[in-house]
T-cell receptor
Framework: SQTIHQWPATLVQPVGSPLSLECTVEGTSNPNLYWYRQAAGRGLQLLFY??????ISSEVPQNLSASRPQDRQFILSSKKLLLSDSGFYLC????????????FGPGTRLTVT | ELKVEQNPLFLSMQEGKNYTIYCNYS?????LYWYRQDPGKSLESLFV?????AVKQEGRLMASLDTKARLSTLHITAAVHDLSATYFC?????????FGTGTLLAVQP
């Protein structure tokens, strides 16, 4: 069966520090991968998605970037965090077929101080 | 661009009562999804609706899709406290989903 992992689970970082969040998927090949952010009490905002290694689509211009160095690995990065980067970061995966249903990882809660 | 709106944003209901959450979307969407999120947790997939008239049921929850009206509903029957959570609908095509703002459901004893 498929499993999605995210780490770290929680993170507290000062403003201006770098960021690296990692997401890995097991049990499937060539998944579509997604990064979402959820601000406190808000809905989900799609940040990036990837349909293959090295292929990244950015949805919202900001100080974040994403990379997909391996088929089942998706990394979210920042060189300098802003206070507004605080939130709950969720990675998700899907495969093709009829539904393109997305399955979400456990999330990383980031607090920028 | 697709926009997805849910209402109500907050719903307080008594155990045993029935209610419906509405999800409207602005343009054609290939499919419609419903997710549940417990406080501090990730999203759990509830339903995937793929065609006009689709209806799916799981326990006390039933979801339906009317593509002509661009409307999906999540109906709650005889609510219980365990259903308290935030419910999201999402629409989209192929790779991308656009989420609604969510409905916070609080079931009171």
């Amino acid at each position: 069966s498929q499993t999605i992992h995210q780490w770290p689970a929680t993170l507290v970082q000062p403003v201006g520090s770098p960021l690296s969040l990692e997401c890995t998927v097991e049990g499937t090949s060539n998944p579509n991968l997604y990064w979402y952010r959820q601000a406190a009490g808000r809905g989900l905002q799609l940040l990036f998605y990837s349909v293959g290694i090295g292929q990244i689509s950015s949805e919202v211009p900001q100080n974040l970037s994403a990379s997909r160095p391996q088929d089942r690995q998706f990394i979210l990065s920042s060189k300098k965090l802003l206070l507004s980067d605080s939130g709950f970061y969720l990675c998700a995966w899907s495969v093709g077929g009829a539904s393109y249903e997305q399955y979400f990882g456990p999330g990383t809660r980031l607090t920028v101080t | 661009e697709l926009k997805v709106e849910q209402n109500p944003l907050f719903l307080s209901m008594q155990e045993g009562k029935n209610y419906t959450i509405y999800c409207n979307y602005s343009t054609t969407s290939d499919r419609l999804y419903w997710y549940r999120q417990d406080p501090g947790k990730s999203l759990e997939s509830l339903f995937v609706l793929l065609s006009n008239g689709a209806v799916k049921q799981e326990g006390r929850l039933m979801a339906s899709l009317d593509t002509k009206a661009r409307l999906s509903t999540l109906h709650i029957t005889a609510a219980v406290h365990d259903l308290s959570a935030t419910y999201f609908c999402a629409g989209g095509a192929t790779n991308k989903l656009i989420f609604g703002t969510g409905t916070l459901l609080a079931v009171q004893p």
